[in-house]
């Protein structure tokens, strides 16, 4: 079986219409969520992005063709990175004003570039294993202006005109960058202006339209011809994005859910679990173990998609250079190297709104046992 995998930096999983985003178009994501395994809690177990890909790429015992394929250069040297065949490497987007056609993004391109190489492999091998790597919503936006303006109401601020990343950081947030010993509680924030988060949220919209655009022709090769039939596509985002939650914007390291809750798609050839949404907690060295046991029917994830198990992992261990994350399948459990403790109830409090630490003191007692194992 031939393994297509494609990971995108900073895609945020509730921008997403299959994990319930309802104002974003993404009609190829749906339509890929409709064909495939879609895991509800997959979790990064780091936002160390290289730590990110030791854990996902223990590929050791895959005997096709190995392909990366990335425009990122911490990835392309990473270590593991030499244990693939051949790796290629992208050129990012370098320029200093929005492009003018979703032709000219980095996603139309990049998506183009994967699918070829793919093609141009599978002409020589029998069989073969490429991983597209992208830095995504991570990267510079070049997001060309019409689709920055889509999501942009009449009386809405101007989108986010820039390429380079936004930023916004309240002055008294926990962890903000450069101020490393300011811990405050979240109640003496105050909020960041609201037309700052719509404004860089129409821009990072426009961007996932142009993503879901620039699927799209990937994935109508699949349904043209035989590759579909002897594929397995993997989509998935390696961290999130934090879009004004928790009064940060921008690509940072803040333990909460818009950045280790990410979206997972798995679309088997055989149309095997297609619309089946998974709820057990997940990880990246699942992920990994899978992608080796293709055809051992048996396998967790197999399991879990049939239904014949319920979970793999009763709890989920995150850390970070702020604290520390336990995930259960009813609790969110933040402890921060400050002594704090937030603790969200799950899977209702998807974001991590409704701190309840003050109402649930055995619960946090509790929890706090594992972080003394």
């Not at 160390?48 to 996902?56: C, K, N, R, V, W």
């Not at 990335?70 to 992208?90: G, Q, S, V």
């Not at 950081?169 to 924030?189: A, G, Q, R, Y």
């Not at 793999?312 to 994350?325: N, Y």
Request: some cysteine.
């Amino acid at each position: 079986m031939n393994v297509f995998c494609i990971s995108i930096d900073g895609l945020h999983c509730g921008m997403i219409g299959a994990y319930g985003n309802t104002w974003i178009q993404t009609p190829t994501l749906d339509a890929l969520a409709c064909q495939s395994v879609l895991f509800d809690r997959f979790y990064t177990e780091t936002l160390e992005l290289t730590a990110i890909f030791d854990s996902i790429w223990q590929l050791n015992q895959r005997k096709d063709r190995m392909i990366l394929l990335t425009d990122d250069d911490e990835i392309f040297l990473h270590a593991k990175a030499n244990e693939f065949d051949k790796r290629y490497r992208l050129k990012p987007f370098r320029d200093r004003q929005p492009v003018q056609t979703l032709e000219e993004t980095q996603f139309f391109n990049s998506f183009a570039a994967a699918l070829d190489l793919f093609l141009e492999q599978k002409r020589s091998v029998k069989s073969c294993f490429l991983w597209a790597h992208f830095q995504g919503f991570r990267g510079r936006w070049d997001f060309p202006i019409q689709y920055r303006e889509m999501y942009q109401a009449d009386e809405d601020p101007a989108p986010y005109p820039g390429v380079e990343l936004p930023r916004v950081f309240l002055p008294n947030t926990p962890n903000t960058p450069n101020t490393p010993n300011v811990n405050l509680p979240n109640k003496m924030n105050t909020e960041i202006d609201p037309d700052k988060i719509q404004s860089v949220m129409e821009t990072y919209a426009g961007g996932v339209t142009v993503l879901d655009q620039a699927l799209a022709g990937l994935l109508d090769s699949f349904e043209e011809g035989e590759l579909g039939n002897e594929t397995l596509f993997l989509f998935v985002s390696t961290r999130g994005f934090s879009l004004g939650e928790h009064g940060r914007i921008g690509a940072d390291d803040n333990l909460y859910g818009e950045n280790l809750q990410l979206p997972l798609f798995v679309r088997f050839p055989d149309g095997f679990g297609a619309s089946v949404r998974v709820p057990a907690l997940f990880r990246s060295d699942d992920l990994a173990s899978f992608l080796n046991n293709l055809s051992d029917n048996d396998s967790p994830v197999f399991n879990l998609v049939r239904e014949k198990t319920e979970m793999i992992h009763e709890t989920l261990r995150i850390t970070g250079k702020s604290g520390s994350v336990l995930v259960t399948p009813d609790w969110f459990f933040r402890k921060m190297l400050d002594g704090r403790s937030e603790l969200y109830v799950k899977p209702d409090d998807r974001w991590e709104a409704n701190d309840v630490a003050d109402r649930c003191p055995e619960i946090v007692e509790e929890l706090v046992r594992y972080f003394e194992v």
